[in-house]
């Protein structure tokens, strides 16, 4: 039977729990997170803007992971990626990386996560379908004793003055506010991708680069979010794989030429830097008529999220051209975020931790996006590590008993005059 988070004190207005670990956030490096911790026998709360399951920019989306079977061939695959990265990365962490992530792939399947299979019977594992994949994980969550306060926004973290001890919020569909005692914190708030309302990002707001620099985080990288993705204009859509199979014209019909002077006929990757010269330039226009027939049924089915909004808009996007835009992804798929200190995901200030998109992610992707595999084998991994870590560190303080009085750190958001409220109890 697994332990379960304490009532503090509880009234309509006021909710006041107290448990060895609380998890800020809902996506998938929350719930890895929140199921490491309380495997490792802590006391969980789990504390979401949104609702787990459905909250985050991998519900929305496909995944795919960075997925790479145990064995030598690992060396060789990290050496490659690593290059590509500008050789700023670390081999070690993305070594790691990969081997806690197919771990943790194959753990989903042991709980019966519904894998697809190959033509020759074996389960592809690579790839993750994001509204079943956290719909599934929300369920595991639940199973491992976790106490989830879905819509209850984090606004600051708590000190003693030695190290954070909880966070508070407001719980936005109840109309109260709340308060978690824990023996430490992980932020798992997601990458910042600000009122650029990409998938699954509306709330994704930088929630917790604030807390953490307010605690005396370091952020790391920060410089590093310079990535777009094409999307139909007018739409949230980016989702960039469709365009891999695109022409794009402009207003007049012209074809954009590529480096050769041939009509560009793949917008993702290297080449997106020409689709973005060309939209400065002036309106554009894409049709995704490179994809044969087959593929056209297996994209479809393989991300239907990608075409609702040209079916809402009676487009058939293999045969009509349809204007196009970017959308600015932030630290989604950029790489900054908060700095690492340790291997167990600590940011240096004790008693906090970090996994996911609100970490930096330079140690894996160097200063090129993580998008694509990386970021979601990173969140599997870091959620897992800093999960581990925080109950841990937890277990070590669990003879200091909770003060009814503590620092709240909110600065900036909440208290940006200069009369800070001196204590919260
Ligand atoms: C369209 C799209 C496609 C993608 N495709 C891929 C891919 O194929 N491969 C890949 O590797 N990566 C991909 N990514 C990136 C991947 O989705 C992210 O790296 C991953 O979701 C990160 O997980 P996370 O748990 O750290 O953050 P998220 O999943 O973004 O979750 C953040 C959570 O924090 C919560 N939160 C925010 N603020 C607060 C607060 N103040 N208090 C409490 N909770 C808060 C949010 O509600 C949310 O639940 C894609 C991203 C997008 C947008």
């Not at 061939?73 to 990265?85: D, F, M």
């Not at 994704?204 to 953490?212: P, R, S, V």
């Not at 014209?249 to 990757?269: A, F, K, M, Q, V």
Request: glycine share 14%; with cysteine.
């Amino acid at each position: 039977m697994p332990k379960t988070a304490r009532a503090v004190r509880s009234a309509p207005e006021r909710l006041h729990l107290a448990a060895d670990v609380l998890v800020l956030g809902g996506g998938p490096s929350a719930a890895w997170a929140a199921v490491a911790a309380a495997e490792n026998g802590a006391t969980v709360v789990l504390a979401d803007k949104g609702y787990l399951g459905t909250s985050g920019a991998t519900a929305p989306s496909n995944t795919g992971t960075w997925c790479v079977p145990p064995g030598d061939n690992r060396h060789a695959v990290v050496e490659r990626r690593w290059q590509r990265t500008g050789e700023l990365a670390d081999q070690r962490w993305m070594l790691r990386c990969v081997d806690t992530a197919y771990r943790n792939l194959l753990q989903l399947s042991e709980w019966g996560y519904p894998f697809p299979s190959e033509d020759d019977g074996r389960l592809y594992i690579a790839n993750l379908r994001g509204p079943d994949y956290m719909r599934f994980m929300r369920r595991r969550v639940l199973l491992a004793g976790v106490t989830v306060l879905d819509h209850h926004p984090a606004l600051e973290l708590l000190s003693d003055g030695d190290a954070i001890v909880g966070a508070a919020g407001v719980g936005r569909q109840v109309e109260r506010d709340w308060r978690v005692d824990a023996r430490a914190v992980v932020l798992a708030t997601g990458g910042c991708a600000f009122r650029e309302r990409i998938l699954g990002s509306t709330g994704l707001t930088g929630d917790g680069y604030l807390m953490a620099a307010e605690a005396g985080a370091s952020l790391s990288g920060m410089e590093f979010t310079g990535k777009y993705t094409l999307a139909p204009h007018g739409s949230s859509l980016n989702k960039g794989l469709p365009f891999r199979w695109a022409s794009f014209h402009r207003e007049d019909g012209s074809p954009i030429l590529g480096p050769t002077g041939e009509p560009l006929r793949n917008g993702i990757g290297d080449r997106e830097e020409e689709v973005a010269r060309a939209l400065i330039e002036g309106p554009l226009y894409a049709r995704l008529d490179q994809a044969e027939p087959a593929l056209q049924g297996w994209l479809r089915q393989g991300q239907p999220n990608c075409f609702v909004p040209y079916d809402r808009a009676g487009i058939d996007p293999f045969n009509d051209l349809f204007r196009i835009t970017l959308r600015a992804e932030g630290t989604v798929r950029g790489t900054g975020g908060i700095d690492i200190v340790s291997d167990d995901c600590a940011t240096g200030v004790p008693g906090l931790y970090v996994a996911g998109d609100a970490a930096s992610r330079e140690i894996m992707t160097g200063a090129v996006s993580g998008g694509g595999a990386v970021n979601s084998s990173w969140a599997l991994a870091s959620g897992w590590w800093a999960g581990k870590g925080a109950s841990t560190h937890a277990r070590r303080r669990g003879g200091k008993a909770f003060r009814s009085e503590v620092l709240p750190l909110g600065q900036a958001g909440l208290r940006p005059a200069a009369s800070p409220r001196a204590h919260v109890s």
